[in-house]
């Protein structure tokens, strides 16, 4: 009789929105091909000011989050490439949940922008680390595409205020 070590994986599954790329994982920040300094692939400047960087460290899972730092007093937008295949979302019930690492309350959260609606989550309240919401990812809820989307985007909001920082760990 032969005895085999056995060996327990955890289970785990990555739900991160692909954005047009079905190798890269957009929505977990971990493509960074025009530096460290410029908003990874599949994201984009919308509004405000600020700076974007390349973090190792503070990260949720993979090798690495994106921090988000606004400007004293100024507000600063990220959004999302459109999602591929957006008008096949037309009319049905969808939840986008972030990862979110912040110490400040009240001032970060994520939308999502379908042409006609644009769909807010509650800000993160700055405690429980990644889970800012009482212990719970950030989330928009349930919500209802419109009949006729144009675009499908997300929008990783950062309100005015003093200068804060905001780590995205994962978007989904």
């Given at each position: 009789v032969r005895r085999a070590a056995r060996q327990a994986l955890e289970h785990k599954e990555d739900y991160s929105i692909q954005l047009g790329d079905p190798l890269g994982h957009w929505g977990s920040f971990e493509r960074w091909p025009d530096g460290t300094t410029t908003v990874p692939d599949g994201w984009n400047v919308l509004s405000g000011s600020g700076t974007v960087a390349r973090e190792a460290t503070i990260k949720y899972s993979g090798r690495y989050s994106l921090a988000q730092t606004n400007t004293v007093s100024n507000p600063y937008v990220l959004r999302s490439d459109n999602i591929p295949g957006f008008p096949k979302f037309a009319g049905e019930v969808v939840t986008l949940r972030a990862k979110i690492y912040t110490t400040t309350g009240a001032r970060v959260r994520i939308q999502l922008v379908d042409g006609v609606n644009t769909f807010s989550s509650g800000y993160h309240d700055g405690n429980n680390g990644w889970d800012g919401n009482d212990g719970e990812p950030?989330?928009?809820?349930?919500?209802?595409?419109?009949?006729?989307?144009?675009?499908?985007?997300?929008?990783?909001?950062?309100?005015?205020?003093?200068?804060?920082?905001?780590?995205?760990?994962?978007?989904?």
């Open positions: 950030i989330t928009t809820g349930a919500v209802t595409i419109a009949a006729a989307p144009t675009l499908l985007r997300v929008q990783l909001d950062m309100a005015s205020g003093a200068a804060i920082t905001a780590y995205w760990g994962k978007v989904w």
